[in-house]
C-alpha cells in the first residue's frame, strides 16, 4: 500500500491448488515481506530453511516489491494465533497443534510435552529454529494474537 493507504503498489498471488489462507503479513528490518499461510496440501521448504514436522502452516519471505519469492520454511499443521518479525529479523509464531502434530522441541523449553499451544522463534532467514515449547494445557483456547 502506498504510504498514505490510498493505492495498491505491489501484490502477489501465493498458496497452491489447494485451499490457502494468509493469516499474518510483517515486513523485517530490511523491508522484505513475510507472511505465515496455511494451506491443506502443503509448501514444501526451501534448501536452508527450517523444515519442521509438516508442511501446512509455512512462513514465505518475498523480496520488498513482492516481485520474487525468497524462500520458504514450512512448520507443522497448526491453527496460528500469532507472528512477529522483531528488528533482528528474528521469526516468531504462535499457536495451537492440530490433528495431533507434534513440533519440534528446543532445550530449554518450558514445556517438552505436547500441550495445548506452542511457541517459537526462528533465526534470522529461518535457517534454524532458535527455541520453542509447548505451553497451556490441552484444555488451553486462544483467540486472536
Known amino acids: 500500500m502506498s504510504a498514505n493507504g490510498q493505492m495498491i503498489v505491489n501484490g502477489t498471488y501465493t498458496g497452491n491448488y489447494g485451499n490457502s489462507e494468509a493469516f499474518f503479513v510483517q515486513l523485517n528490518a530490511d523491508n522484505h515481506v513475510l507472511i505465515a499461510v496455511q494451506t491443506v496440501d502443503g509448501i514444501p521448504s526451501t534448501p536452508n530453511q527450517y523444515q519442521g514436522q509438516g508442511n501446512q502452516m509455512s512462513i514465505l519471505q518475498f523480496s520488498p516489491n513482492m516481485s520474487q519469492l525468497e524462500w520458504v520454511s514450512s512448520i507443522a499443521h497448526m491453527a496460528p494465533s500469532a507472528f512477529l518479525v522483531d528488528n533482528c529479523n528474528r521469526i516468531y509464531l504462535s499457536g495451537h497443534g492440530l490433528f ?3 513440533f519440534d ?6 514445556f517438552s510435552t ?14 534454524a529454529l532458535d527455541y520453542s515449547t509447548y505451553y497451556g494445557n490441552s484444555g488451553s483456547h486462544v483467540d486472536g494474537g
Not at 522441541?105 to 518450558?110: H, Y
Not at 506452542?118 to 529461518?126: G, S, V
Open 100 to 102: 495431533g502434530n507434534s
Open 114 to 127: 505436547q500441550l495445548g499451544f506452542y511457541l517459537m522463534q526462528l533465526a534470522p532467514e529461518a535457517i
Open 105 to 110: 522441541i528446543t532445550p530449554g523449553a518450558i
